[in-house]
């Protein structure tokens, strides 16, 4: 089954940097768009960054400029530097298979994500 394991959340300074990872496993990684997601508390998930299978990148507003999205595709895993943190950025991260028709889901169920919180 499809399953989607992230890490690298942590406690950091507003300023900070974090590097969040993803491995994917149970479907074909390499040929599908890729999504990294957060949900705050209190509200709606929504998507941060995506990433082509040829490495085309697209960021929502809200981290152009300070995350940087990539992949490994013989890894099976997506990444997500994250730089010149804020505490609006504090949410549960995830990833998943970019769903075009709503970019604000993914097409498969979530795993646990990894949280970020930023906060002095």
């Known amino acids: 089954q499809v399953q989607f394991v992230e890490s690298g959340g942590d406690l950091v300074q507003p300023g900070g940097s974090l590097r969040l990872s993803c491995a994917a496993s149970g479907f074909i990684f390499r040929i599908y768009t890729m999504g990294w997601y957060r949900q705050a508390p209190g509200k709606q998930r929504e998507l941060v960054a995506g990433?082509?299978?040829?490495?085309?990148?697209n960021y929502a507003d809200f981290v152009k400029g300070r995350f940087t999205i990539s992949r490994d595709n013989a890894k099976n895993t997506v990444y997500l530097q994250m730089n010149s943190l804020k505490p609006e950025d504090t949410a549960v991260y995830y990833c998943?298979?970019?769903?075009?028709?709503?970019?604000?889901?993914?097409?498969?169920?979530w795993g646990k994500g990894t949280l970020v919180s930023v906060s002095s």
């Open positions: 990433i082509t299978n040829r490495g085309t990148t």
């Open positions: 998943n298979r970019f769903y075009e028709s709503d970019p604000s889901k993914g097409v498969y169920s």
